[in-house]
């Protein structure tokens, strides 16, 4: 049985960083789309990054573009997101997940209803 657990966040002033670990554990990654969510009190989970196991080919919405960065450990089995330059708006709880995929990955969060997800990690920007 596959499992996702993300760590990571915490509180960070604006302008500051954290990354966020997803390690994955009861399969290897090979050809997975692994995609990174958000979900704040009264609004719908959106999708904010993904990565492709296979390739590494990453992909961001526009409102992290240029400041969150995706990367890999297939080593570890592990998924990170590299997030700088971070806002009050930024502040959420950040799940991760993953499914089996064989082209490039997308973070639109219907695709990855019915697989595996994480717990989720709360992370909180405020001065």
């Known amino acids: 049985q596959g499992q996702l657990v993300e760590s990571g966040g915490g509180l960070v002033q604006p302008g500051g960083s954290l990354r966020l670990s997803c390690v994955v554990s009861?399969?290897?990654?090979?050809?997975?789309?692994i995609g990174w969510f958000r979900e704040v009190p009264g609004k719908e989970r959106e999708g904010v990054s993904c990565?492709?196991?296979?390739?590494?080919?990453?992909d961001y919405a526009d409102s992290v573009k240029g400041r969150f960065t995706n990367s890999r450990d297939s080593a570890k089995n592990t998924v990170y997101l590299q997030m700088d330059d971070l806002k009050p708006e930024d502040t959420a709880v950040y799940y991760c997940?993953?499914?089996?995929?064989?082209?490039?990955?997308?973070?639109?969060?219907?695709?990855?209803?019915?697989?595996?997800w994480g717990q989720g990690t709360q992370v909180t920007v405020s001065s």
């Open positions: 997940a993953t499914k089996r995929s064989l082209g490039h990955c997308t973070y639109n969060t219907v695709d990855y209803y019915g697989h595996y």
């Open positions: 009861g399969f290897t990654l090979d050809y997975f789309a």
């Open positions: 990565i492709s196991s296979s390739d590494g080919y990453t």
